[in-house]
């Protein structure tokens, strides 16, 4: 496992700097011209970034009828599907890279929906919060659910029904079979980490991560 060293303006060029710090980090591991299934893909905004600047292809899919809208609107072709029960409709190996974007911690199946995106691309970008940050360790010794940067929602209104830690995260990877190719963490203000395992996981706000089927 390998941490990701260049800033996206280094690897591919031009500087994504309309986009927040992970998706910046995930376009960055996308190869120009790649057909890109974008799951969990809300208003567009990556799709939009790679097909404008990367030359991309690809589909979106989000099950919020209102973001779908504006994401047809922005001009990305956008199906709305249940990640969690429909993944299926996509074909073997039918896109060249697979895009889970701060969404795994909000669906009910996470090992479920990682297995069909290695079905379905060779290659796969997955970003999460991540709930071991040393700020959430505190609140709950303080009596109080996490919240931060990451994760600005309250326990009564959020959409995170699935709590990871980088970790933990990493050993479903591995139970998977997935090899992990580069790791991209970072803390809340975007400063990039150059340590790994139980330093990373206290320390960083969030990951990026590029993984491929172990087949």
Same mark, same amino acid.
């Given at each position: 496992?390998?941490?990701?060293?260049?800033?996206?303006?280094?690897?591919?060029?031009?500087?994504?700097?309309?986009?927040?710090?992970?998706?910046?980090?995930?376009?960055?591991?996308?190869?120009?011209?790649?057909? &890109?299934?974008?799951?969990?893909?809300?208003?567009?905004?990556?799709?939009?970034?790679?097909?404008?600047?990367?030359?991309?292809?690809?589909?979106? &899919?989000?099950?919020?009828?209102?973001?779908?809208?504006?994401?047809?609107?922005?001009?990305?072709?956008?199906?709305?599907?249940?990640?969690?029960?429909?993944?299926?409709?996509?074909?073997?190996?039918?896109?060249?890279?697979?895009?889970?974007?701060?969404?795994?911690?909000?669906?009910?199946?996470?090992?479920?929906?990682?297995?069909?995106?290695?079905?379905?691309?060779?290659?796969?970008?997955?970003?999460?919060?991540?709930?071991?940050?040393?700020?959430?360790?505190?609140?709950?010794?303080?009596?109080?659910?996490?919240?931060?940067?990451?994760?600005?929602?309250?326990?009564?209104?959020?959409?995170?029904?699935?709590?990871?830690?980088?970790?933990?995260?990493?050993?479903?990877?591995?139970?998977?079979?997935? &090899?992990?190719?580069?790791?991209?963490?970072?803390?809340?203000?975007?400063?990039?980490?150059?340590?790994?395992?139980?330093?990373?996981?206290?320390?960083?706000?969030?990951? &990026?991560?590029?993984?491929?089927?172990?087949?």
């Amino acid at each position: 496992m390998n941490d990701f060293s260049a800033h996206p303006s280094a690897r591919n060029g031009r500087p994504a700097r309309d986009l927040r710090v992970d998706l910046g980090l995930v376009a960055a591991q996308i190869p120009a011209s790649s057909r &890109v299934l974008d799951l969990g893909c809300g208003t567009g905004t990556l799709l939009s970034y790679l097909m404008a600047e990367r030359d991309c292809t690809g589909t979106g &899919v989000e099950i919020d009828p209102q973001k779908v809208v504006r994401a047809i609107r922005r001009g990305v072709p956008v199906i709305e599907l249940d990640l969690d029960r429909q993944l299926d409709q996509f074909s073997d190996n039918s896109y060249d890279v697979c895009v889970l974007s701060r969404t795994l911690q909000t669906i009910q199946r996470p090992a479920h929906v990682l297995e069909h995106m290695g079905r379905i691309a060779n290659l796969m970008v997955v970003s999460v919060p991540n709930f071991g940050w040393w700020g959430h360790r505190l609140r709950l010794l303080g009596g109080h659910m996490p919240m931060s940067k990451e994760l600005p929602y309250s326990w009564y209104d959020t959409p995170n029904i699935r709590h990871t830690t980088l970790l933990d995260l990493e050993e479903l990877f591995d139970q998977l079979g997935f &090899v992990v190719e580069r790791k991209y963490s970072y803390t809340l203000r975007g400063r990039r980490l150059h340590m790994q395992g139980h330093i990373s996981n206290l320390l960083a706000g969030a990951a &990026v991560y590029v993984l491929r089927p172990g087949r």
